[in-house]
């Protein structure tokens, strides 16, 4: 395989779900690719669609349309066995460490289980070593393997999380706001741990977050999704340095910026997200868009290229 | 330094310590932590979870959960007057009228069983039996107005409402009374960043408006740094470090301070590797002897596993409680006490 070969690839994701009030339009023709080691960030406030599309990745639901190719192949097409080899290589790191961790297990169980289910290591004691190899890896001391969630502290459930979904040597790992619910000096340690553990083993990552200093930090390419739709995409740094959306605009301009001297304008914008519930057609931002043209009532402006490597989709950039 | 009760402060804290004792362990929440907000002014209330921020607030208002939380000593001082020794009736009319406290989750202070509108008046009538139904009813409206919602929404419920307009509401009523001092806790933490923006932006213009003092309860730096005049830097029930807005993000010192800094990611360079606190907050029933943040301090001696720090001056009114500064300081920096 080429070294840019996308490990991911997602063209035309849609997510409808039927709701009493109508369709709800939970992820809309959502597309893009991850390259092998990269990690993209998808950004968006609550309702945006960016868990659904994390979800959708890793076929824990199944979409309305579309298609996910994981090394070229379509995993929507696979039986539910095969699948189940592919989820050997495709995992996912949940926010919080609190609620997605089985109580009633030790780390070291709730380590081990992904190793049993997927019968990947039978023998206890090698199954062990591999357990306690990971908790090496993400800095979990082995004198807690006989200790209960409840006896740690967030930090610490954090990388029982982690150690979880690297201890089948995936290739591919949803992270959904995976530090957000750890204090700052914590979250710190976290995200350096991810850093770290990426480089080493090559991971390729999709890291959904509302947090757009964190993304920044540990993204290559960021996705911002607004309504069910990404609006624009592009390089960390060129996102962060030319936003050409007005929403990526707005949204970036909110950041409380911890320092005191060089405070960017901030924009603020009127309103909230709208319901995903039966959409017009009509850019969707458009409600809250402080730039806002009669055309943007009328039609649905189409993701395009504005620069290298940077799509935006909205009319003042036609 | 002394402090006059009669000066121009709208909040003095002096040594408070509270604790939440149950059958099996001691809670120390907070440690002998004094702060002062002047009036008019917004003073920020830094730390992570567990520092005791929150229940400050708490003791502030006279809401510490009872029987477990017990305050043992120091003086809270509204506009002067000690409030640690009032009888709850009185309490109640200072709850409100002096001081009104906003909550992170706006569900806490909302019944959802009553029209926001019956909530807000029913917050003005306790504090003001003059006025008529259909009057307090106009002011509650107005309150509305003020916030950014139409006052037609008034006979709608919590739940129709949005995580921003809630707080919306809240702040509505917080605000009602007009009171002298608002302490906010988290309160845009449940929201998104573009409401976030909308809601700050709102608080400081009210407080602008009605020049309220504010202490701004939170653990987010970006947000001190855009509503707050000055700032206190808590860890395990006690302040470590104190300063204008300028001294502590120009020039912070306590190694925690400088820590929690170094935790955030920097958005002019994402490349630069995140400087985190080694460690865990301390377990409150059981701190660690000496300076609270040693066992995670790159620069501990052995005097800081001993001795509290006591507190030194860095001119005006910034300062740091800090061995490391007690001894540097004969050499490298002038000490200059408050001036």
Redesign the interface.
Known sequence: MTENAPLIDVRGLTKYFATKRGLLHAVDGVSFTISEGKTLGLVG??GCGKSTTGRLLLRLIEPTSGQVLFHGTDIASLSSGEMRDMRKKMQMIFQDPFSSLNPRMTVSQIIEEPLRLHRMIEDRDERMNKVLEIMDLVGLSRRLRNTYPHEL???RRQRIGVARALVLDPEFIVCDEPVSAL???????I??LMGEVQEQLGLTLLFIT?D???V???SDEIAVMYLGKIIEKAP??EL?AHPSHPYTE??L????????HD?PK?I??RG??TSPVNLPKACRFATRCPKVMSRCHEEEPELCEIGPNHQAACFLLD | MVIGSQSNNTLEIRDLVVEYRTRERVVHAVNSLSLTVGRGQTLGLVGETGAGKTTTGLAVMGLIPKPAGVVLGGAILLNGEDVLHKSDREMKQIRGKTVSMIFQDPMSSLNPVMSIERQISEAIRAHDRSLTRSQVLQKAHEMLEMVGIPRDRGSEYPHQFSGGMKQRVVIAMALSCKPDLIIADEPTTALDVTIQAQVLGLMKDLKDQYRTSMVMITHDLGIVAETCDSVSVMYAGSIVEHGTLHDVFDDPLHPYTKGLFGSLPRLDDRRAKLQPIKGLMPDPSNLPTGCTFWPRCDHAKDVCRVEKPNPTYFGGEHFVNCHLFNEEISGARTVNMGD
Do not use: C
């Open positions: 406030e609550s502290d967030g930090g204090d700052v000096s914590i979250r710190a340690q995200l350096n509302h757009l200093s964190v920044h930090h540990f960390a740094d962060f707005a949204l301009s909110a950041i409380p910026i911890p320092r005191l405070r901030r603020i914008l909230e997200i």
